[in-house]
């Protein structure tokens, strides 16, 4: 992705030391990492950014991962950082590994949670149906909001995480992400590209016991495209293990940056 294309993410920083940097997924935003950058503050510069269509940062037609891997290489480059560890989450995590097997000399470790490296089905489609078919000129709180996605969206933390896109404004709620951009890109969201390379750095893959977005069928393209890839499982968890089993995530991520990026 030539550097005249990448775009300037809003982004948020916290702590001193080696930098460290957070991706959220798709629907998120940077603060979906809050309580781990706040955990890890005293160790590292942390880095929360928001990606491209998400949070507050701009808006473009593309969701390749190559493209919003490269907008992470811009940030970087404006902080004059030669290399990070970068933890992902969901499409965060596919953004980490697509960056970590295109400028390897850019990452120091790789933590990936909840998700592999190949294609998904169209299981994401729905939601962004659901938040399209919100007719927000007739919603007057966020109660009222959260109602009316229920019927397509069962589950009450999976609505509030969607939900957390929604923004109050003079005229009214509208959604801070562009619905219409997301559900053309989807496949490419879904997807993964095919990538003529590999990362031999420290790697990390967690995933959730509940959740089937990693299993072992997954692990051998894991094992591949990351030779040095160690699993781990939280078995209490679903897919998103960072916040229902925050404190055991936690636990794995700081004793995996112990071994693979130390402070010094």
Not at 233 to 260: D, K, M, N, P, Y
Request: hydrophobic share 45%; net charge negative; charged share 20%.
């Amino acid at each position: 992705m030539p550097a005249s294309n990448r775009l300037r993410l809003h982004w948020q920083a916290s702590g001193h030391g080696p930098p460290l940097l957070f991706l959220h997924g798709l629907f998120g935003s940077a603060s979906n990492w809050r309580r781990h950058a706040r955990d890890l503050a005293e160790r590292y510069r942390v880095l929360l950014p928001d990606l491209r269509n998400h949070g507050r940062s701009p808006h473009a037609s593309s969701m390749d991962y190559r493209a919003i891997a490269g907008d992470v290489i811009g940030l970087l480059d404006a902080e004059g950082l030669d290399r990070v560890a970068l933890v992902g989450h969901s499409m965060g995590g596919k953004v980490a590994m697509a960056l970590a097997l295109t400028r390897s000399e850019r990452v120091a470790a790789l933590v990936v949670a909840d998700i592999a490296p190949i294609a998904y089905g169209p299981h994401l489609h729905d939601y962004v149906a659901a938040m399209c078919r919100l007719n927000l000129a007739t919603i007057d709180s966020r109660a009222e909001a959260d109602q009316a996605l229920a019927s397509a969206v069962a589950d009450t933390m999976v609505r509030q995480f969607l939900l957390t896109n929604l923004e109050r404004h003079p005229q009214g709620y509208r959604w801070r992400i562009p619905l219409d951009i997301l559900a053309h890109q989807m496949p490419l969201i879904e997807g993964f590209p095919e990538l003529a390379a590999s990362f031999s750095g420290p790697t990390l893959f967690v995933h959730g016991g509940h959740s089937d977005y990693v299993t072992e069928q997954h692990h051998g393209i894991m094992r591949e495209l990351f030779p040095e890839a160690e699993i781990a499982s939280i078995a209490e968890a679903g897919h998103w293990l960072h916040v229902e089993a925050a404190q055991r995530f936690t636990e794995l991520l700081a004793g995996f940056l112990a071994r693979a990026y130390p402070v010094v």
